[in-house]
Nanobody, 120 residues
Framework: QVPVVEFGGGSVQPGGSLTLSCTASGRTLWRRDMGWYRQAPGKKREFVAAISWGGVPYYGNSVKGRFDISRDNAQNTVYLQMNSLVLEDTAIYYC??????????????WGQGTQVTVSS
């Protein structure tokens, strides 16, 4: 397991965009699926998006068609481009560097989380 660091959270108006980044620490290349979960107040953790080492992405139903995940393998970094944001996207977003079963499991060490707030 490797630690991760997230950046890019903030406040945005509905319909706006925001980009998150997550970097896995360590000197070796990390070949596991990396991605994002989120947790809104009073709700359970929800899978958002993940991407394989080979660059194949997959998304949770609530963000499909709006979010775009990518990664830079040389930098052990994954990005989440969030578009057409709505109020329901407000949550703390957590990166995980070891995701399996199309987002069913997250086995890596969680990032510290970054707050995304969508409001007028």
């Amino acid at each position: 397991q490797v630690p991760v660091v997230e950046f890019g959270g903030g406040s945005v108006q509905p319909g706006g965009s925001l980009t998150l980044s997550c970097t896995a620490s360590g000197r070796t290349l990390w070949r596991r699926d990396m991605g994002w979960y989120r947790q809104a107040p009073g709700k359970k953790r929800e899978f958002v998006a993940a991407i394989s080492w080979g660059g194949v992405p997959y998304y949770g139903n609530s963000v499909k068609g709006r979010f775009d995940i990518s990664r830079d393998n040389a930098q052990n970094t994954v990005y989440l481009q969030m578009n057409s944001l709505v109020l329901e996207d407000t949550a703390i977003y957590y990166c995980n560097p070891d995701i399996t079963e199309n987002g069913e499991y997250a086995s890596g060490v969680w990032g510290q989380g970054t707050q995304v707030t969508v409001s007028s």
